[in-house]
């Protein structure tokens, strides 16, 4: 093709990259690269206020017709209780009255009992109970929210050794 005249794609792509016109295009030619500035000038003005329309990722708060049932809370003492017992819903001796305190966010709370000041968090049996107590939780929040699509909500509040 003559000189300054569009021939294919890559050259009407520098053209328009540059911002200059061909010397010697034909009018229909011409006009494609009038259409493809335009439309690139019109994006640039237009285009991040039409794409910030739409959503990028799903829109969570759309998708829930209910708001989220309050966790299970599970308590975990730390070192120094003498005796062990099964797991409570209270224990105001070493936790005072913090279930009352976190009604809204726990629809359950159960508090671990466990000789911890004879058994070191290093015994394996002690450790089988925790993870028992977890579980008992988690089903015990899945059998009461069994409409929830969700994993179980599980909060563990642990003090001192119980962190372990």
């Not at 708060?61 to 209270?90: D, K, M, Q, W, Y």
């Amino acid at each position: 093709p003559p000189e300054g005249t569009i021939s294919d794609t890559t050259t009407l792509t520098y053209y328009v990259a540059l911002g200059a016109e061909p010397r010697a295009a034909s009018g229909d030619r011409l006009g494609l690269v009038i259409v493809v500035v335009f439309s690139l000038a019109f994006w640039l003005l237009f285009g991040p206020a039409l794409y910030a329309r739409q959503p990028h990722a799903p829109n969570t708060t759309a998708l829930i017709a209910e708001p989220p049932p309050p966790c299970s809370c599970v308590f975990l003492h730390g070192a120094g209780n003498a005796f062990s017992a099964a797991p409570r819903t209270s224990n105001p001796g070493y936790w005072g009255s913090v279930e009352s305190l976190l009604s809204e966010q726990c629809s359950r709370s159960l508090f671990m009992i466990e000789d911890t000041l004879h058994v070191g968090w290093d015994d394996e049996a002690l450790q089988g109970r925790v993870c028992g107590l977890l579980r008992r939780a988690m089903r015990e929040w899945s059998e009461a929210h069994s409409s929830w699509r969700d994993a179980p909500c599980t909060v563990i509040f642990a003090h001192s050794m119980g962190n372990l």
